[in-house]
């Protein structure tokens, strides 16, 4: 489509022109055409012109100045010199001629008794025809690509037109490259050779877009091309359209179909993102409802789940997953109740959904809330536990690889085997959820049937109501005012969670035995404690999470 240096060779008027430098680059696109009437041309040139001139305007110049008169012509991105001389320059300079050919530049000699107007108007008709042909293409796809997205066809058509279009297979890949769609099922995997971000045969193609080499496992590693498009919609999230150039390289006309194609899946992609919104705030309000127990009668909110291809029938679990920073303290959480990050909450939603496809969602604060489905209500515990434990240990593993500084929380309430028990599941999971941080840490994953006795610490709203529980031997412990406080609370902690086994304690702890048995002794000294009673060791255990509660709820001893 672009005209070129070899299409001005084939005009009539210069075919007896001889090419006097810059053979091999013959194939630059001229973009327009100007006669040089002064020495200082350079100063207004853009690049792409083809220069016609006599050299009257540089006749004076030494070769010093001619050499480096080539060299600016080249730096400015002119096509091609043609020089028609003999009337005011006899013989064409041979320093001009090898100063084309070291700056790639093509240097034309055009008969004398060609007129400039034989090659101005030729190539200046060639440059507007295709400049037409161009735009009244450019028309025809941006409308064609407008009826798709009207007609709400969606991205498969949109790839599959854009293959019909420029002849080579086409895909759509998400952000993290997990392929969405694909009009030739060997595009879908490959593997990156190399990464070519300048392709100079593209640079004046108007979007962002880079070049790869890949390799196609499933086409016994052949390897070849892409053009690779990020498509950026609302939030930053991207989508890549990938074109395979396995059946031809992509040329012009080929590139103003990829730019409307990548205008429509951007479109298209907004539009998708706008009813995900509005679904999503309807499910949220819909599971709110149900967690809560408040929906105006079980018609209408059976009618409701419907709409969004629920089945509230049978058994469930709740099922709470809560992202919070690594390094953040109980108290600091409190402070901040924003919950899960615009950029975060994508990403916790698509991978929950990978895993619970027909899962019923939904989002409260930083926490995202699953309706588990049992599908067996007799079904024991023992049974249908591991199997929400398995997979959400997937799904956590999987959330800390994507968000990095964050980790997940996991929380299983009780058994809800039909939709009025719900709640008291949810308030379970809930339960299970904070005191799985101070039983077991921050990537905790809890049942609620699995907390024993300390389901006791759930039963007070105020945390402060525990504190008489709290057995005095440990009170003294608290109040010890020495330094090494912290670190015979620590060793006390770690001795009763290795059931008293003070070598285990020390290997933990990354101490001495017996610095681990001298600290223990110092605690019995300070406290009066028997390790040797259960019911003591009990009560100091309870009073230890007791503590613990307290400090996360950051209220005072």
């Not at 001005?8 to 696109?29: P, R, T, W």
């Not at 400049?131 to 690509?145: P, S």
């Not at 019909?164 to 060997?186: K, W």
């Not at 608290?478 to 969670?497: G, I, V």
Request: aromatic share 8%; net charge negative; charged share 25%.
């Amino acid at each position: 489509m672009e005209f070129r240096v070899n299409d001005l060779l084939q005009i009539a008027s210069l075919k007896d022109a001889v090419v006097l430098s810059g053979h091999n680059y013959l194939n630059k696109v001229i973009k327009g055409a100007t006669i040089m009437e002064a020495p200082d041309i350079t100063d207004w040139l853009k690049g792409g012109e083809l220069i016609l001139t006599s050299l009257y305007p540089i006749r004076s110049f030494d070769k010093e100045e001619q050499q480096q008169f080539i060299s600016r012509l080249a730096e400015k991105g002119v096509s091609a010199l043609v020089i028609k001389n003999h009337r005011f320059v006899t013989e064409i300079p041979e320093v001009i001629v090898s100063a084309g050919e070291k700056s790639e530049l093509p240097i034309i000699q055009l008969p004398k008794e060609i007129p400039y107007v034989d090659v101005m108007y030729p190539v200046m008709g060639e440059i507007m025809n295709n400049q037409v042909k161009k735009l009244q293409y450019y028309k025809e796809i941006h409308d064609r690509f407008t009826a798709l997205s009207l007609a709400d066809e969606g991205p498969d058509k949109i790839i599959a037109t854009l293959e019909l279009l420029i002849g080579n297979p086409v895909a759509l890949f998400d952000r993290n490259f997990h392929c969405i769609s694909s009009t030739l099922p060997s595009l879908a995997m490959f593997e990156i050779v190399e990464k070519i971000p300048y392709y100079n045969q593209t640079e004046e193609i108007k979007f962002p877009h880079y070049r790869q080499v890949v390799k196609y496992p499933e086409l016994s590693g052949q390897k070849g091309y892409q053009i690779v498009v990020p498509i950026e919609t609302i939030n930053h999230i991207k989508t890549y359209l990938l074109i395979g150039e396995t059946n031809k390289p992509l040329e012009e006309l080929d590139f103003i179909a990829v730019e409307n194609a990548a205008t429509a899946l951007s479109l298209e992609l907004v539009k998708q993102f706008a009813v995900a919104e509005v679904d999503k705030k309807f499910k949220n309000d819909l599971i709110g409802e149900i967690i809560e127990g408040k929906y105006q009668s079980k018609t209408t909110l059976y009618q409701n789940a419907n709409l969004v291809g629920w089945n509230l029938e049978g058994s469930f679990a709740v099922v709470l997953f809560k992202i919070i920073k690594n390094n953040e303290t109980p108290s600091s959480r409190l402070k901040n109740k924003r919950g899960l990050t615009n950029q975060h909450e994508p990403i916790v939603y698509e991978i929950i959904h990978r895993y619970l496809p027909n899962g019923i969602i939904g989002n409260k604060s930083s926490q995202v809330i699953v309706l588990w489905k049992i599908e067996e209500s007799k079904e024991s515990e023992r049974k249908w536990m591991p199997r929400i434990k398995e997979t959400a240990k997937s799904i956590q593993d999987l959330l800390k690889n994507q968000i990095g500084d964050f980790v997940v929380q996991v929380g299983i309430g009780s058994l809800a085997e039909n939709i009025d028990e719900i709640p008291i599941s949810y308030q379970k999971s809930q339960d299970a959820l904070e005191l799985g941080e101070i039983l077991k840490g921050k990537e905790a994953i809890t049942a609620f049937s699995e907390l024993g006795i300390f389901r006791l610490l759930c039963q007070f709203d105020d945390p402060t109501l525990l504190k008489p529980f709290i057995p005095s031997s440990l009170q003294k412990l608290l109040h010890y005012s020495q330094a090494n406080k912290n670190d015979l609370l620590e060793t006390l902690k770690t001795f009763l969670e290795c059931n008293q086994n003070a070598t285990k304690a020390s290997q933990v702890l990354f101490i001495h035995h017996k610095t681990a048995v001298y600290r223990l002794d110092r605690i019995k000294e300070i406290t009066g404690m028997d390790f040797e009673d259960p019911e003591e060791m009990l009560s100091v255990r309870v009073g230890l999470k007791i503590v613990d509660l307290l400090e996360r709820e950051n209220k005072t001893l």
